[in-house]
């Protein structure tokens, strides 16, 4: 085994070091250290050099001043195989240092507490510990930097079995090593530049990049990267076990289906994304009852679709897309009037869902394109904050939109029971979800559970939402229902009876009385909207003449 090694370990984060310093002595190394850390390892009994008996010069200024030596970063950025460098090195009683493991002070934790003064945040910029990190992952063709606790024990595993850390591995470890500085660097550039400018910057870091096909378009080029940080449950960071390589517009609508039933928690929902808008959003007693409200939603749009579940999926809710055996009833326009007919199966892109049951996969997997996400359990606990937007020159962040709304206040004669502002809150999710200006009809199809019946997204006004889009969807879905279930009653007065139990949910206020009146011809009589227009008492005096209830929220849910 070699010997004769040198290793330098100074670290903020103590995590494991005594064991790892006492490693490598058994491997041979001297080991080199600074202040804590010199005392934590000598008080364990690992062997342990001071810096300052290879320097010559005592630690100083409280510490701020111990390794800026040249006897420490000559030993450091020295090339081993230039003869003139090891002549420099020899003549100047520099010996070569061929592992570092240091960790920085913990600037970012400092900053982040609340009411941290300057001096603190100051005190908290290390000098040293980057300096070393940048020399050692410069020079690392003959240095290993150990920037990271868990890269202790591959580093130890390695000179076990080889006798030294292979290139390989010290490349990784010095970029690593870099990103590291990058993001320390870009912290106390982030807080000072508001403490000392009042300047906010923004720096964003993503990681794992990986080529797409191609982007939005054929002609686009794209690619895919990771926020390593992120806990919360998502598309990004959920595990691909069936189909395709993932798309740019899977990743965008997969997106936009998961956050929709993450506002479904507390039962089981299913949306079924378009184009990033819930053509179908619905709850249900089982993933496969949400499922099918859902896909009833508009059978149409959801060919292609991208669905998300908030539940596992189980092998019912794969039968409903894939069995063959499972027989699935459509209808289509023919001569005027509506004919049913049998579809084989559905397509469908992307599935994603906390987990699949092996039945599933196995249903799944017989098809070699459909994509299976798997996120994990959708816990609300490490929610990211913030979004951004990418504008040509520019960056736009925001809170994201993770509440429904601020009240629920009743400003009409006519009131909303207790059952209707259940109802309620579920169309609100699903306007929430939907492009504006936004109208989304959602009624109770079966005791505590809901559907979207009608949805009119990204008009240029509210009306032409309702009246051309929402409502036109919700007739065709209840002439579909009508014909398929015979209920025993003309289908105008099926009609009538149908809209008035609905929900008519809108993502922003009405700036006149139009959207009421348009709602009372078609016999909705329940309405739910933020409010706040200068005009609100125009749609309030209209709901009173014509018997609506409506409520207001205080909370806009604008998706552009």
């Not at 310093?21 to 080991?31: K, M, N, S």
């Not at 934790?109 to 070393?132: F, Y």
């Not at 009306?463 to 003309?490: C, F, H, I, Q, W």
Request: aromatic share 8%.
């Amino acid at each position: 085994m070699a010997t004769g090694r040198r290793a330098l370990i100074s670290v903020s984060d103590k995590t494991g070091v005594v064991d790892f310093a006492r490693a490598l002595v058994d491997l041979g190394f001297t080991i080199l250290s600074t202040g804590g850390t010199h005392r934590l390892l000598s008080e364990n009994g690992v062997p342990v050099t001071a810096v300052d008996q290879v320097t010559g010069f005592p630690e100083m200024m409280d510490g701020r001043v111990k390794t800026l030596h040249p006897k420490i970063h000559g030993a450091l950025l020295g090339l081993r195989d230039n003869a003139e460098h090891a002549a420099q090195a020899a003549a100047q009683g520099i010996e070569w240092i061929d592992l570092v493991a240091v960790n920085l002070y913990p600037f970012e934790a400092t900053a982040a507490k609340p009411g941290v003064s300057i001096e603190e945040i100051i005190e908290n910029i290390d000098i040293g510990g980057p300096s070393m990190v940048r020399s050692a992952a410069k020079n690392h063709r003959f240095v290993a930097i150990v920037t990271d606790p868990s890269d202790y024990a591959p580093v130890l595993d390695e000179i076990r079995r080889d006798g030294a850390v292979s290139a390989e591995t010290r490349r990784r470890l010095a970029v690593k090593a870099f990103r590291r500085t990058a993001d320390y660097d870009s912290a106390i550039d982030r807080t000072l530049s508001g403490r000392f400018l009042e300047e906010p910057v923004l720096r964003l870091k993503y990681t794992d990049g990986r080529p797409l096909r191609y982007g939005e378009n054929s002609h686009q080029t794209a690619a895919f990267y990771r926020d390593a940080s992120c806990r919360e449950a998502s598309v990004a960071g959920a595990e691909i076990i069936g189909g395709k390589e993932m798309s740019f517009n899977n990743y965008v609508d997969g997106d936009a289906a998961l956050e929709a039933v993450k506002d479904l928690s507390g039962g089981i929902g299913v949306a079924v994304i378009k184009h990033t808008n819930p053509c179908g959003f619905a709850t249900g007693a089982s993933a496969r009852e949400a499922l099918e409200r859902a896909w009833a939603g508009d059978p149409i749009s959801a060919f292609g679709s991208v669905i998300a579940c908030n539940a596992p999926v189980d092998l019912a809710f794969a039968e409903f897309l894939k069995g063959e055996h499972v027989r699935h009833i459509g209808f289509v326009v023919s001569a005027g009037r509506l004919v049913a007919q049998e579809i084989p199966n559905k397509f469908v892109e992307v599935v994603v869902a906390p987990d699949f049951s092996a039945e599933a996969l196995d249903l799944f997997g017989r098809s070699k394109t459909l994509r299976l996400l798997k996120t994990g359990p959708l816990d609300a606990a490490g929610a990211e904050p913030k979004t951004f937007r990418k504008i040509t020159g520019g960056m736009l962040e925001m809170d994201r939109d993770l509440a429904v709304w601020d009240r629920f206040e009743g400003v009409t004669k006519a009131r909303f029971d207790e059952r209707r502002k259940a109802l309620a809150e579920f169309t609100l999710k699903a306007c929430k979800h939907t492009k504006s200006n936004a109208i989304v009809l959602g009624r109770e199809y079966s005791p505590g559970f809901f559907q979207v019946i009608g949805m009119g997204a990204g008009q240029p006004n509210r009306v032409d939402s309702l009246r051309k889009l929402a409502v036109t969807k919700a007739l065709e879905n209840l002439e579909m229902e009508y014909a398929a279930s015979n209920p025993g009653m003309d289908f105008d007065a099926y009609r009538k009876k149908a809209f008035s139990e609905m929900v008519l949910a809108s993502d922003a206020f009405f700036p006149y009385d139009d959207t009421v009146r348009a709602a009372a011809e078609f016999g909705i009589r329940f309405i739910v909207q933020p409010g706040g227009s200068k005009r609100d008492a125009d749609s309030i005096r209209a709901c009173d003449e014509l018997g609506i209830a409506m409520a207001c929220t205080g909370l806009r849910h604008f998706r552009h």
